[in-house]
C-alpha cells in the first residue's frame, strides 16, 4: 500500500478563482509530500492533532502557501488528513473575510480560523466532497466581485501566461495588446503576489517543464523547446534555479524516494 493517497476535486462554483481542492490522507507512517515552486497559492488545513510540519515549525491552524520560489517539504504524519484549497495566483485577492496581510503576506483571518476550529470534527469524519461543499459555501460568502476587478489586468495576464507559456515575447505583446506599459503591469504583479511578471512568466515555464517530465518520455532537449525555453542549458539553468538541482538528478530523486508514483499525486504535483 502507498504511503499517501491525494483526492482532487474541481470545484463546481468559483471555479474562476479555485483551481481546485484537494485532500492527502497518509496510513501507517508518516510522509514527506514535496511542494515545488509554484504560482498556485495553496490554503492548507491539517485535520490531525499532530499538524502537519514545514520547515520545522508545526503547524495546527490554517496556513497559506503563496507564490513559492523554492521548493519544501510538507511533513504529514501518519494516519493524518490535510485538506487545502488550490487557488490560481490571483486567487486571494477577491475575498474579504478569508484573508489578511501581514507584513506583506497573506494569512488566514480570524473568520477563517473560527469557521475551522469550528468544523475541524467534520472535516476530519467526512468525505472531502462534503468538506468541499462546505468551504465553498463559506468561500462564496467572503468573495467580493469588486475586488476581483480591481485586479483584472493581472489577471489577464496571467492567464495569459498559462494558455501561451511558450511565447518568446509575451510580456511585450500582452503590454502592446492591452495597451498598458511594463511598469503599470510590474506594479500590479508586485501587489497581488509579490514577484515581477518575468519572474512570474519564468515561473509558469519552469511548472509546465515539471509537467511534461511526470507525464511524458520527451527527452531534456523536447522539453526545453516545448515549454519556452531557447535550448537545453537554459532549461537547466532555470530548473535548477527552481528546484535546487538539476532535471537528472531531480529524476533520480523522484525514483530512489519513490515520490510521485502514483497517478493521483503527479496529476496533483504538476502545472
Known amino acids: 500500500m502507498y504511503p499517501l493517497s491525494i483526492t482532487t476535486y474541481k470545484p463546481t462554483e468559483i471555479s474562476h478563482v479555485v483551481e481546485r481542492m484537494w485532500i492527502a490522507e497518509t496510513n501507517r507512517s508518516d510522509f514527506n509530500l514535496l511542494m515545488l515552486s509554484t504560482h498556485f497559492i495553496n490554503v492548507l488545513f491539517p485535520l490531525d492533532a499532530n499538524g502537519i510540519t514545514i520547515d520545522g515549525n508545526t503547524y495546527h491552524k490554517p496556513i497559506i502557501k503563496g507564490t513559492v520560489l523554492?521548493?519544501?517539504?510538507m511533513k504529514i504524519p501518519a494516519h493524518s488528513k490535510v485538506f487545502a484549497i488550490r487557488l490560481?495566483?490571483?486567487?486571494?485577492?477577491?475575498?474579504r473575510d478569508a484573508f489578511n496581510m501581514v507584513n506583506g503576506k497573506a494569512?488566514?483571518?480570524?473568520?477563517?480560523?473560527?469557521?475551522?476550529?469550528?468544523?475541524k470534527s467534520i472535516f476530519f469524519s467526512q468525505e472531502a466532497k462534503d468538506i468541499e461543499s462546505l468551504i465553498t459555501t463559506t468561500l462564496q460568502d467572503c468573495y467580493v466581485p469588486e475586488l476581483e476587478k480591481k485586479i483584472a489586468l493581472f489577471k489577464?495576464?496571467?492567464?495569459?501566461?498559462l494558455e501561451e507559456p511558450c511565447c518568446t515575447d509575451l510580456i511585450s505583446c500582452f503590454c502592446r495588446?492591452?495597451?498598458?506599459?511594463?511598469?503599470?503591469?510590474?506594479?500590479?504583479?508586485n501587489k497581488v503576489i509579490g514577484i515581477t511578471p518575468k519572474k512570474l512568466e519564468r515561473l509558469i515555464k519552469y511548472r509546465k517543464a515539471v509537467d511534461f517530465m511526470l507525464k511524458t518520455d520527451m527527452n531534456f532537449t523536447d522539453i526545453a523547446?516545448?515549454?519556452?525555453?531557447f535550448d537545453q542549458p537554459?532549461?537547466?539553468?532555470?530548473?535548477k534555479h527552481f528546484t535546487n538541482s538539476t532535471p537528472s538528478e531531480f529524476i533520480k530523486f523522484?525514483?530512489?524516494?519513490?515520490?510521485?508514483?502514483?497517478?493521483?499525486?503527479?496529476?496533483?504535483?504538476?502545472?
Open 70 to 73: 523554492k521548493p519544501f517539504i
Open 177 to 189: 495588446d492591452n495597451d498598458v506599459n511594463y511598469i503599470n503591469l510590474n506594479r500590479i504583479c
Open 234 to 239: 537554459h532549461f537547466v539553468k532555470e530548473f
Open 107 to 119: 494569512v488566514a483571518s480570524e473568520t477563517l480560523e473560527n469557521f475551522f476550529e469550528e468544523h
Open 254 to 271: 523522484l525514483k530512489e524516494e519513490q515520490v510521485y508514483t502514483t497517478k493521483e499525486v503527479t496529476d496533483f504535483s504538476t502545472f
Open 156 to 161: 489577464n495576464y496571467y492567464l495569459q501566461l
Open 88 to 95: 490560481y495566483a490571483y486567487g486571494l485577492y477577491p475575498f
Open 225 to 229: 523547446l516545448n515549454a519556452g525555453y
